[in-house]
């Protein structure tokens, strides 16, 4: 047999053949086929604002520089560069781009993503598959509430957005001249308690000395700046028709300070504010403490009567479960100068409860007396759509030896008796919590809201009194 020597393969060489035998090879001008993640991250944003990345597997070896790598967006049919390439592991990579601020979207709209490029020694790749990307709407700012207040007033405003993406420690608020949000100086932005992506708190202080008139309302978080215009207004607390109460409440409810500041007037409402504040206050029967809520009170400065309709639409502050006791209600006119200061309370024993919630059930309304120092409560019990959500139109005619309440227009409750009160009287509209009627405070639905639209009392067919809070 013919002896056949080999040589051996040197290393080099070999190492050549196996690199081959492991690395696709692709022909010349077909791209390498990259896997894309189903969706990108986050999965959703808006134009010209946010950062998005897509994640894909198989992209080619060596550097890829993010000029070199095209974002397809369709079915906009726009174009972006990538801004940052990162390497995973192996071949899986990170592409990061902005939406592109060409986009422009009314309501949420879903783009497919795809990408193509080339890497630093010329290699090209393209998707195989796409990822999908929600574009929103520019962010808003949908609303604060309470939309107003007044001079010399510190508040806690609710910030909602739509679209937005609030942080907390980042996103700042700004009112607009005279106005400190969260300890910064006037006509600055401030810091805001951030409850989510579109809700935030701030508090707010207003200058004494600061005009009356609307305010731009704008909430910056990094590069996203939503403004409100005009969506809070300074106005005066009340028209002289009216007074604050500064004062504790009473022993069946004396967990908050009355004060003016949670009294104000905005949007052509009157405005009851109820929050969890720390404030020192005392009444005829409560001597001076300090408490953890504060609230608001007005009655009737000067103006009683003697017979004729009560009409007013409300919606009440409070909430299933929240512990809120609003009243509108009526005392005898002995109680009126004295009744702001609480110095004294006893009315000759002559109320009516126009429109009362016991018990945090906002589905009823409780219309009664409590006449001859309580010893006849005569009344009723009206279901009605939850008044903590809903305005109603409320009246009460009141004639000798008799009233009547309605609802929207709808009877709800007659009293005929003797005892039917029969000297003038005042009318009240507070929030009290807690307590004998109002039940546990659930410090979680703070704060509430009162509004009432307006107040009117006719006698026949004068009007004898009327504020629609304008």
């Known amino acids: ?29 077909v791209p390498v086929l990259v896997t894309l993640s189903s969706s990108v991250s986050p999965t959703a944003g808006q134009a010209g604002l946010t950062n998005v990345s897509v994640t894909g597997s198989g992209f080619p070896s060596g550097t890829i520089p993010p000029a070199d790598v095209t974002v397809n967006l369709q079915p906009a049919g726009v174009t972006a560069s990538a801004t940052s390439v990162a390497t995973i592991s192996g071949t899986v990579r990170r592409v990061t781009f902005q939406i592109p601020a060409a986009i422009v979207v009314a309501s949420p709209t879903t783009y497919t993503v795809s990408i193509s490029g080339t890497t630093a020694t010329g290699t090209s790749f393209a998707s195989s598959n796409t990822s999908a990307l929600v574009v929103n709407p520019s962010p808003t700012i949908s609303g604060v509430n309470p939309s107003g207040g007044n001079p010399g007033q510190t508040i ?7 679209y937005t993406t609030f942080v907390q420690g980042v996103t700042v608020a700004n009112f607009g001249a005279g106005i400190s949000v969260g300890g910064a100086a006037a006509g600055t932005s401030g810091p805001v308690a951030v409850n989510g992506p579109n809700s935030a708190t701030a508090q707010i202080v207003i200058d004494p000395a600061e005009a009356d008139g609307p305010y731009n309302v704008t909430v910056t978080t990094g590069a996203q700046q939503e403004t409100l215009s005009g969506g809070f207004v300074i106005s005066s607390v009340l028209s002289n028709q009216w007074i604050a109460f500064n ?13 003016p500041n949670n009294v104000s007037v905005s949007g052509s409402n009157l405005v009851i504010t109820t929050q969890l504040q720390s404030a020192t206050c005392s009444s005829f029967d409560l001597s001076t403490a300090t408490f953890n809520y504060t609230s608001g009170y007005v009655s009737m400065r000067n103006f009683n009567f ?10 009440f502050g409070g909430g299933a479960n929240s512990g809120a006791w609003p009243a509108v209600w009526m005392e005898d006119v ?11 309370n006893s009315c000759n024993g002559q109320e009516i409860d126009v429109a009362e919630i016991l018990h945090s059930d906002f589905s009823h309304v409780n219309q009664q007396i409590h006449v001859n120092n309580f010893n006849n409560n005569d009344g009723c019990t009206a279901a009605a759509t939850d008044t903590s959500q809903n305005f109603h ?15 929207d227009g709808t009877t ?14 005042y009318l009240k509209i507070d929030m009290f919590m807690g307590g004998s009627a ?25 009007v004898v009194f009327f504020d629609d809070f304008h």
């Open 1 to 29: 047999m013919k002896h056949i020597s080999y040589r051996p393969i040197p290393a080099l060489l070999l190492g050549v053949l196996l690199l081959f035998l492991v690395l696709p090879i692709h022909p010349a001008g």
């Open 156 to 162: 806690p405003v609710a910030i909602t957005g739509l």
């Open 247 to 259: 004062r504790a409440g009473a022993p069946s409810s004396n967990l908050q300070c009355f004060t």
């Open 306 to 315: 003697l017979y004729g309709t009560v009409e007013f639409r409300a919606q």
């Open 334 to 344: 002995s109680c009126q100068a004295s009744d702001p200061t609480g110095t004294d």
């Open 393 to 407: 139109v409320y009246q009460m005619v009141w004639s000798p030896g008799s009233l009547v309440w309605k609802i």
């Open 412 to 425: 709800t409750c007659t009293i005929t008796q003797s005892y039917v009160p029969n000297a003038a009287m």
């Open 438 to 462: 109002g039940g546990p405070v659930n410090n979680a639905s703070l704060p509430w809201t009162t509004l009432v639209d307006y107040v009117k009392v006719t006698q026949g067919s004068t």
